[in-house]
Every structure is written in structure tokens, then in C-alpha cells.
């Protein structure tokens, strides 16, 4: 079993950055490959960006490529997300979540097995 607990959103403007940072708790947390996904008022939740156990490799949705940077220190068992030049389109409510499978990211809700409760990041145009 793996808990994950969201902290770091809040109100920016547009152009700011922000830091959000996934802690996990549960058995070793490199055996997990790890995502962010978001989902806006009236929206499907989407994928954001995607690490896998080791770090080594990640993956982003288009809208973020080149803002937005995952990261994971497993040491702490936390995964990072760093967002910069945030847009007024980036509010929403981001979700960190885990997959068993170590190996591989995934953009796909349905490969992810753990989720956190999710945390309001809101930027202002």
C-alpha cells in the first residue's frame, strides 16, 4: 500500500512559478513509477508528466513540455513537480499518483494504482 500526500499549490499570477511535491509513505518507493495529472472544473482529468523508479526517464503532455519539470528524490520518497511560466489554463486541481510497475511512465489514469487527494493550484491572468 502507498500513501501520497500533495503539498505546494496556492494562488500565483501568470508567468510564476511554483513547486509542488508528492511524499510518500509505503514500501520502497523506486519500485513506483510516479505521475501528475490535473483536472480542471468541468474536466476529464489529464495527464501532466510522468518519472520512472529510477529517475532516469520522463515523460510530459505537450501543454507543459518545456514549463513544467518532474523529479524525484527517493532518498526522501518525494516526487517534485516544478512549474514555471505557469498560464491561467494550467488552474487546476493536480493529483500525484503511483504505479507498481517501476519501469515505465504512463499517461493513462487507468496504469496509475495509487492516488493523493489532490491540491488547488490556482493562477491568476
Known amino acids: 500500500q502507498v500513501q501520497l500526500v500533495e503539498s505546494g499549490g496556492g494562488l500565483v499570477q501568470a508567468g510564476d512559478s511554483l513547486r509542488l511535491s508528492c511524499a510518500a509513505s509505503?514500501?520502497?518507493?523506486?519500485?513506483?513509477?510516479m505521475g501528475w495529472f490535473r483536472q480542471a472544473p468541468g474536466m476529464e482529468r489529464e495527464f501532466v508528466a510522468a518519472i520512472t523508479g529510477t529517475g532516469v526517464s520522463a515523460a510530459y503532455a505537450d501543454s507543459v513540455k518545456g514549463r513544467f519539470t518532474i523529479s524525484r528524490d527517493n532518498a526522501k520518497k518525494t516526487v517534485y513537480l516544478q512549474m514555471n511560466s505557469l498560464k491561467f489554463e494550467d488552474t487546476a486541481v493536480y493529483f500525484c499518483?503511483?504505479?507498481?510497475?517501476?519501469?515505465?511512465?504512463?499517461?493513462?489514469?487507468?496504469?496509475?494504482?495509487?492516488w493523493g487527494q489532490g491540491i488547488q493550484v490556482t493562477v491568476s491572468s
Open positions: 509505503g514500501r520502497t518507493f523506486s519500485n513506483n513509477a
Open positions: 499518483a503511483a504505479r507498481s510497475d517501476w519501469r515505465y511512465t504512463s499517461n493513462s489514469k487507468v496504469d496509475y494504482d495509487y
